[in-house]
Every structure is written in structure tokens, then in C-alpha cells.
């Protein structure tokens, strides 16, 4: 079983910055797609941006030109960089190490994390 790690969430204003990580551990066979998801009080799970093994990326509408995600595969970790933070960025933050297409969207097929809280101050 894969155990998955976030780390990196804080508190910080408008216009601010943090970098998120997340470390993939366990019984990994093959990691696929990393992805980044949120979820704000109240709301669903959305996702935020999918790294690919080729590194290939997708991201929200919502983040594009703000956030950027990136991969290091020998150490089976995901960061999430994430500038010019807006109040509407607050969310639980979580990862997945399976992420697969399954018609309409990148969903996290694989365990989730324990998830890392962001919060935008305005």
C-alpha cells in the first residue's frame, strides 16, 4: 500500500507564495500520474494539476499561469508551486499517485494523504 505524505500548507496573504510537497511511500510498484487536488469547506474535491511520467502537465483553469507542479521520480515526490495566492486558493490540499483519466476528468484512483491546509488571508 502506498502511503502518501503532504507537507508544505501554512497561512499567507494575497499575493503570496508556498510550495507544497508530497512523498509517495511503500509497496510502489509503478507510480502513474501525480496529480494535486483541493478541497475548500463546504465544496468537492477538485483537481488542481497532473504531472504525467513524461512530464507532461494539465492544471485547472482556475491555477493555470499561477501554480506549477512538478516531480522528482527517484524520489517519488510531487511539489506543488504555488504563486499570487488568492483568498479563493483555500483548501485542504491532497495528492494522489494514481491518476488516470476515466472519461471526463484526472481522478485520483490511489490512497490519499492525510492532506496539507492552505490558507489565504485577503
Known amino acids: 500500500q502506498v502511503k502518501l505524505v503532504e507537507s508544505g500548507g501554512g497561512l499567507v496573504q494575497a499575493g503570496g507564495s508556498l510550495r507544497l510537497s508530497c512523498a509517495a511511500a511503500?509497496?510502489?510498484?509503478?507510480?502513474?500520474?501525480m496529480g494535486w487536488y483541493r478541497q475548500a469547506p463546504g465544496k468537492q474535491r477538485e483537481l488542481v494539476a497532473v504531472i504525467h511520467n513524461g512530464g507532461n502537465t494539465n492544471y485547472a483553469d482556475s491555477v493555470k499561469g499561477r501554480f506549477t507542479i512538478s516531480r522528482d521520480n527517484a524520489e517519488n515526490t510531487v511539489y506543488l508551486q504555488m504563486n499570487s495566492l488568492k483568498p479563493e486558493d483555500t483548501a485542504v490540499y491532497y495528492c494522489n499517485a494514481d491518476v488516470r483519466w476515466d472519461g471526463r476528468s484526472w481522478s485520483g484512483f490511489g490512497s490519499w494523504g492525510q492532506g496539507t491546509q492552505v490558507t489565504v488571508s485577503s
Open positions: 511503500g509497496s510502489i510498484v509503478r507510480i502513474n500520474a
